[in-house]
């Protein structure tokens, strides 16, 4: 089994850059893929965009394309989260999540929180 942990959120300013990371432990030869979620105050969880753990092949959701740009360091079993130009409207509690090919795991886990302010 894979274990995730996010790190790195904190209160930035508009117009700011901002880089979460997610930290892998266990079996990571299990992990397939590997995205970013948000959740918004008194929204639905979303997603931001994703990683494959070996190829490296991305996407992105339109909200995001052009100003966010997901990693990976292998070596580190990290994934970042690279966000520039932030905006208000990015506020949200962001996690990570993994799938091995059958779907997003559960539970989710604690996240790690990003407030911009204008």
């Known amino acids: 089994q894979v274990q995730l942990v996010e790190s790195g959120g904190r209160l930035v300013q508009a117009g700011d850059s901002l880089r979460l990371s997610c930290l892998a432990s266990?079996?990571?030869?299990?992990?397939?893929?590997v995205g970013w979620f948000r959740r918004a105050p008194g929204e639905e969880r979303e997603s931001v965009g994703s990683?494959?753990?070996?190829?490296?092949?991305?996407n992105y959701a339109d909200s995001v394309k052009g100003r966010f740009t997901i990693s990976r360091d292998m070596a580190k079993n990290t994934v970042y989260l690279e966000m520039n130009n932030l905006k208000p409207e990015d506020t949200a509690v962001y996690y990570c999540?993994?799938?091995?090919?059958?779907?997003?795991?559960?539970?989710w886990g604690q996240g790690t929180q990003v407030t911009v302010s204008s």
């Open positions: 999540n993994r799938n091995g090919g059958s779907g997003w795991y559960l539970p």
């Open positions: 990683i494959t753990w070996i190829g490296g092949t991305t």
């Open positions: 266990g079996r990571i030869f299990s992990v397939y893929r």
